[in-house]
């Protein structure tokens, strides 16, 4: 019997989705299950955009330019410029979904075994995009009680090696909902522009930001647009997880140009989902505010929720639509798959996303998990119970 190859053997499985069978399990038997383990917003899509695909006027779905349609990617240089991101055009690649721009970017920018820098927790699959792109991982870790602040310069500065291609940050950032500062950023600028690294920056989630909190793109640092990659999505902003459309944006044109060829060879980005993206352009800012609204209601309660049961620490995020908690345990993993397996309230459990799939770190996140605020208030109050009692049930506290 032939061998799968040794990316198949590392590839990390999602953390998010793994436990998807003990939730099924659950659920057979009867128990409704609270899914806070993954980021699908049960927020309604545009109705511009509803209504825009049900009279789609549209002979052949045919294939669009490599770089994704014309009138879309002007009409996303719009929005950028809007949004006080200074770009043209051709400064924008459309991509299926943010996840690809990230896959373009890492293949571009690095070789094999080259490394690239990302604070963590981070999101769960850049271990696998990193992995895809033969691109090795040097985490630099923030604190839980610190709000998952950047870690302080000197950290990243520890890590730089000759094989050091560029810092990956997610910003505001998944899976902690933390929003980073200027200062922050003017950091990270000074060693960039010192060592000649590439940041690229996964700014999907820019769109929700709570209180007074303003969300700063990367490539508003004229020092160094050129080293910059921004990666973005439709999937949250406009609750179109499933269009599946993205976009890679950069003023580097040796970059785009490299970029290009992996957009030719996979020939174009969904052409439906494209159509979607478009008219979500169009999308009145009333939506937008509404969405946010509902979403740091949502925050509230259930980060308010958690720190209100003893031994559990959530700090509350500036944006994104998750939090992370430390709870009163050994495992968070353990816990995760026991509580959908070994445990109801009422009929009910819940699903949350064991934060070890977000470290890099060996052994780090053990006592922590992921949990995305997507559901509606009641909900969330019900999760907080359930977690509460569950904990109190639970075999493997920590001492």
Known sequence: MPHISQKGTIMPPSPIRKLVPYAEAAKKRGVHVHHLNIGQPDIET?????????????????????????????????????????????????????????????????????????????????????????VKVVPVSSRIEDDYALPPIEEFEKLVTDKTKGILLCNPANPTGYLYTTDELLALQAIVLKHDLFLIADEVYREFCYGDAIPRSCLKFKEMEQNVIVVDSVSKRYSMCGARVGALVTKNQAVQGAVMKFAQARLSPPTLGQVAGELALDTPQSYFDEVNREYDMRRNVLVDGLNSIEG????????????????????????????????????????????????????????????????????????????????????????
Request: with cysteine; glycine share 8%.
């Open 46 to 134: 545009p109705v511009n955009v509803m209504e825009g695909l049900r009279h789609l006027d549209m002979k052949v779905i045919e294939y669009s330019h490599s770089a994704g349609f014309q009138s879309y990617r002007e009409k996303l240089s719009h929005y950028y410029n809007r949004v006080g991101i200074k770009v043209s055009v051709d400064d924008v690649i459309v991509t299926t979904g943010g996840s690809e721009a990230l896959l373009f970017a890492l293949q571009t920018c690095f070789n094999p075994g080259d490394e690239v820098i990302i604070p963590e927790p981070f999101y769960a699959n850049y271990n696998g995009f990193c992995t895809s792109a033969g």
């Open 312 to 399: 559990v620490l959530c700090p509350k995020p500036k944006g994104a639509f998750y939090c992370m908690a430390r709870l009163p345990i050994e495992d968070s993993e353990h816990f995760c798959q026991w509580i959908l397996e070994s445990f109801q309230l009422d009929g009910k459990t819940v699903m949350m996303a064991p934060a070890s799939g977000f470290y890099a770190t060996p052994g780090a996140g053990k006592d922590e998990v992921r949990l995305a605020y997507v559901l509606k208030k009641e909900d969330l109050m019900d999760a907080v119970i359930i977690i509460k009692e569950a904990l109190k049930a639970y075999p493997g506290k920590s001492n």
